[in-house]
């Protein structure tokens, strides 16, 4: 059951000069959601965090916070809010604890007690002392996470924060996020490039294109709708085959969406077989092959988001 | 609240190198010249006192301390401009500069109380840059040559007793405060519509030398604008040495100086509180 809604656009709309970068956008965030807004890089998601964050005015349309209108009253809007807006910049010739003193003075104060507390929550307690500029760009990332959650916000507006990380830094920018949903009850706006990166921490998710909304719902919900492909490895491949041609062609193919013209489409590769299937499906495909004798390696959802987002937008190549 | 945000405001500016850049070139620059005139020792003022030694008998001595102190501001009247909009015009631009709008203004705290405490930084920066000017020049000026009384030239030459000096130089400095209160709020103007610190500083000093071009080059067609100019009353700081102070022309220099330096710090206000900020 969706919670209390704490983010909710109206007509967003945002012109630079002759060209909309946003229009019409509605999105709607629930308490507890981990929401992820995707787009690729100019889809027009750093132009809406900045207007959910005041940074820029809106054209057209407006934002609610918890409520509270962005433009009449905000400051009761952005009370429960923090966010970091692309890379997050600071005083380098000051030291964390300080930049963050700085930060909690324009959020009504911050204990020195609460400012290592964060510090400590995303690892750099130890470096608390340290000029900003002698850290590293993921040091820098995970500052700018311990900024966003400096006054205990109810909200969290992540604008790309894995950007520029390792593959280790990514993973941990991960679990600190779903730590923060899970754990201590955060509703987290994420937008980001990184198609993965959403399926794997949101529940819910808006994408973008062209600075217009494409898809809005639940993450299972909207995969579940459309096709995905998947890798199929397994002994002996000669069967594998067998079943894809028919007897799970029969058994799946009532159950495919209209698009997908009644049928299974497969291709077989180096002993492998992608099939493009309904995701939901994918364990009725399991099942058949065990049945029918064939040894599963493996069933490899394959960039089912990526997919997804691709036959949305209707782009094509590298998506990140 | 405000207090806190001036606070964090003035901690910024002060903890950042560039600040006392001007500082210590008014510390060189005082150093220098001061010393540099007390080798001389005072050839250059005999030589204009030599024709006044004629027809009056001068008793003590007038190279003294007070002399230079007040020739140092005036040497470094044009140049003081440019250390305060080094500082004033980094207030925004350098915030656009660094990202850190980002940080500062996606905060719980309206634009408006965030630009008073930047204004407010910038009022004490200021202050305590032209006071240091007139502490620093005065002190070391007085330890080098001493005190005594004051010669000033305008028009004729006038001698000031000593114990009637130092108001004099307060006052002064209250008046070179409020002329430069008028450049630091026009560098903060630039300063709220461009990204990068740089700019401010150069459009400052232009609109400086093309004011002081049209106040100051003997053109009668720019005579009905000149009152209206801010740099026709820049250096009346000097008024304050005059026997009688001609206080009108004085208030008048206050009003217009005070004109400019709310109309640029109420429009850089306008322009920052609706910026979009794309940086």
Request: proline letters at 3%.
């Amino acid at each position: 059951m969706a919670g209390a809604t704490v983010l909710r656009t109206h007509n967003l709309s945002k012109r630079f000069k002759n060209r909309w970068a946003v229009r019409d956008l509605n999105l709607e965030v629930h308490a507890g959601d981990v929401f992820g807004f995707l787009g690729q890089n100019g889809a027009g998601k750093s132009t809406t965090i900045r207007m959910l964050l005041s940074l820029i005015r809106p054209t057209e349309g407006g934002v609610e916070l918890f409520g509270h209108s962005l433009h009449r009253e905000r400051t009761l809007a952005l009370t429960s809010v923090g966010g970091i807006v692309e890379k997050p910049d600071f005083y380098l010739y000051l030291n964390a604890y300080r930049n963050l003193s700085i930060v909690g003075a324009l959020n009504g104060g911050a204990s020195r007690k609460r400012i290592l507390e964060v510090l400590d929550l995303v690892g750099l307690g130890q470096r608390a002392f340290d000029k900003v500029k002698t850290y590293s760009h993921g040091m820098k990332q995970r500052l700018g996470i311990a900024q966003a959650l400096l006054s205990d916000p109810k909200l969290v507006i992540l604008d790309e924060p894995t950007s520029g990380l390792d593959p280790q830094g990514m993973r941990e920018v991960r679990e600190l996020i779903i730590h923060l949903s899970r754990d201590k009850g955060k509703t987290i706006f994420l937008s980001s490039h990184l198609l993965h990166e959403i399926e794997q921490v949101a529940n819910r998710m808006a994408i973008i294109n062209k600075g217009e909304l494409v898809v809005q719902g639940e993450v299972t919900k909207l995969l579940d709708e459309r096709e995905t492909f998947v890798i199929v490895q397994g002994e002996p491949k000669r069967l594998i085959g067998e079943v894809l041609r028919s007897k799970a062609l029969n058994l799946l193919a009532p159950q495919l969406p209209a698009g997908s013209k009644g049928r299974l489409q497969f291709t077989e590769k180096d002993g492998s077989f992608q099939i493009s299937m309904p995701f939901s499906e994918i364990p009725r495909l399991n099942k058949e092959l065990v049945r029918r004798g064939v040894r599963v390696h493996s069933l490899i959802p394959r960039r089912s988001l990526e997919e997804y987002f691709l036959s949305l937008t209707g782009q094509h190549g590298e998506v990140g | 609240m405000i207090l806190r945000l001036v606070y964090y405001e003035a901690l910024k500016t002060f903890l950042k190198k560039r600040t006392y850049l001007g500082f210590l070139i008014v510390i060189v620059v005082i150093l220098v010249v001061e010393y540099a005139m007390k080798l001389e020792g005072g050839r250059f003022l005999s030589r204009t006192l030599r024709s006044l030694e004629q027809d009056f008998i001068v008793v003590g001595n007038l190279f003294n301390g007070w002399f230079i102190a007040r020739e140092i501001m005036y040497s470094l009247w044009f140049h003081i401009p440019l250390l305060i909009a080094f500082v004033a015009g980094d207030q925004l631009a350098g915030e656009a500069t660094g990202g850190t709008y980002r940080l500062i203004l996606t905060r719980p705290v309206s634009r408006t109380r965030i630009f008073l405490s930047k204004w407010i930084t910038t009022v004490i920066y200021t202050t305590s840059f032209v006071f240091f000017l007139g502490f620093f020049s005065i002190s070391f000026a007085i330890i080098l040559l001493g005190g005594g009384d004051m010669i000033v030239f305008d028009r004729g030459i006038l001698i000031l007793p000593e114990a009637d000096v130092a108001w004099r130089f307060f006052a002064a400095y209250i008046f070179a405060t409020w002329s430069m209160l008028t450049m630091a709020n026009m560098a903060l103007l630039f300063s709220s519509f461009v990204e990068n610190a740089i700019g401010p500083i150069i459009a400052t000093m232009g609109v400086l030398i093309i004011f002081n071009i049209v106040t100051f080059l003997p053109l009668e067609v720019f005579a009905p604008i000149r009152p209206f100019l801010f740099t026709s009353y820049l250096n009346h700081w000097q008024k304050m040495f005059l026997d009688p102070i001609p206080w009108n022309e004085v208030l008048r220099g206050f009003a217009v100086l005070g004109s400019y330096t709310l109309a640029c710090g109420t429009a850089a206000w306008f322009i920052f509180d609706r910026k979009d900020i794309l940086s």
